[in-house]
Structures are given as C-alpha cells and as structure tokens.
C-alpha cells in the first residue's frame, strides 16, 4: 500500500491537535479523513475515518492503515495498526506508534549543492558538520558520527545556530535555523533547517551571493552533448 521510498528509523511525529489525517485502508478506494486528537501511551487516537458507514466493518483492532498528513512543508506517512476502538462516549481510534517514517519535504525553491564546513550549536552541545545544499529558506546539514564525540539528538522545531565560513568572507558567519526535516541513524543526522527571520541581513546577503555564485559557476561547466 505504500509507495517504494525511503523511510527512516528514529525520525519523531510532529504532530498538533487537529491535524487532518489522510488514511487509507486496503481494498478502499475512496479518499478517507481523520482527525488527530492526541497521544496515550504509545497510541494515537484519531476520529474514525470519514465516510464512516463506508468503513465501519473493516475499523476492528488489528487491521492494517496507511497514514498520511501535511506539517511545516513536510508530507509525513507511516504504516499502522488499529490498537483498539471505543464507542462511547464518543467514537475513537487507538492506532500503533508508527516503527518506521517517511518524510517527503515540499521545497518552494531549488536548493544548490554545496560542501560547506560548520560548527552546528543547540544549547550547550555542539557537532562539526557539513551544509550539502543551500537555498535562500534554508539548508541541509549532514553530521557524521566518526567526526563527533557524540551526535546532538535533533528534535523538530529545535533551535540551531550555525557557525560557517563562506568562500571570500574573512569573518565566520552565524546562521540562525530551525529544524523541520530530520533523519536519523546511529551514525549520521541528516538535519533540514529554516532559516530564522532573525538571522543577521547581511548574513542573508552573503547567502544570496554564494547561491548566485554557485549557480553561474554550475551554468558555465555543463556540458552539452551532441547526440546524433
């Protein structure tokens, strides 16, 4: 039921009261909504999927469900279990903590390949890592286990700073971000940051610049192949 992508282990919900719920149920075809109501344990609950008469007799404890939903520019889907259900006083599903996530990141502009040394600073901890691509939103850094005593245990919404220094720029520079996209494993961070409003102008501007210079140096290197 679900499509063949990657998904990643130690990757954490991020989920509000409210969220509407796209779920799907093998051999239903019609689109199918819920609401997310909160946590219990290691269930969510979530509102019986609409149409509910469609569904009523395949809702039982133990049937399998794919869920998707929408949050802070990222698509979240997990596979699940229906853990158990209750009629009164009103209706409600308890579904199984997802073991496995995807998450699918819906960029509004294209990012640039870049290899770019930084000092990553959440609290008092901090990681050598590497930016790998950049927009004028918001970057991706990778930080490696081997180049770390000890990865920061990113969370969405943490607050990061970046401590950087840009091609030409004498001075490093201090990025201000916010984690929305993370994958996890025991020996990497794959870490998609915001960048913060309060990051520095003139820091934005050197951003801007690099982007531009990376992007004409990439136009003046393609190659172009005649094929017969």
């Known amino acids: 039921m679900m499509d063949d992508k990657l998904f990643s282990q130690g990757v954490r919900l991020a989920l509000e009261l409210g969220i509407r719920l796209k779920v799907e149920i093998e051999g239903v075809d019609i689109p199918l909504e ?3 109501c909160g946590f219990v344990n290691n269930q969510l609950i979530i509102t019986p999927p609409s149409p509910y008469h469609h569904v009523q007799h395949k809702l039982y404890d133990g049937a399998d469900l794919v869920v998707r939903y929408f949050y802070n520019g990222t698509i ?3 596979q699940t279990r229906i853990y158990a259900h209750i009629e009164k006083p009103v209706k409600l599903i308890f579904i199984e903590y997802p073991k496995l996530i995807q998450t699918s990141e819906l960029r509004s502009e294209k990012r640039s390949c870049c290899f770019l040394e930084t000092v990553i600073v959440v609290g008092e901890e901090e990681n050598k890592g590497t930016i790998v691509d950049i927009a004028k939103s918001g970057c991706h850094c990778l930080v490696r286990g081997r180049d770390n005593t000890r990865v920061i245990p990113f ?3 943490d607050q990061v ?68």
Request: with cysteine.
């Open 155 to 157: 969370k969405i919404d």
């Open 76 to 78: 979240y889907a997990f």
């Open 34 to 36: 819920s609401t997310f």
């Open 161 to 228: 700073k970046l401590q950087c220094r840009f091609p030409g720029v004498k001075t490093p520079l201090e990025i201000i971000g916010t984690v929305r996209n993370l994958r996890k494993s025991r020996y990497e961070a794959n870490v998609g940051l915001q960048f913060h409003e309060n990051t520095a102008d003139v820091t934005m501007k050197i951003i801007i610049w690099y982007i531009s210079t990376i992007e004409k140096f990439v136009s003046a290197n393609e190659v172009k192949l005649d094929i017969p």
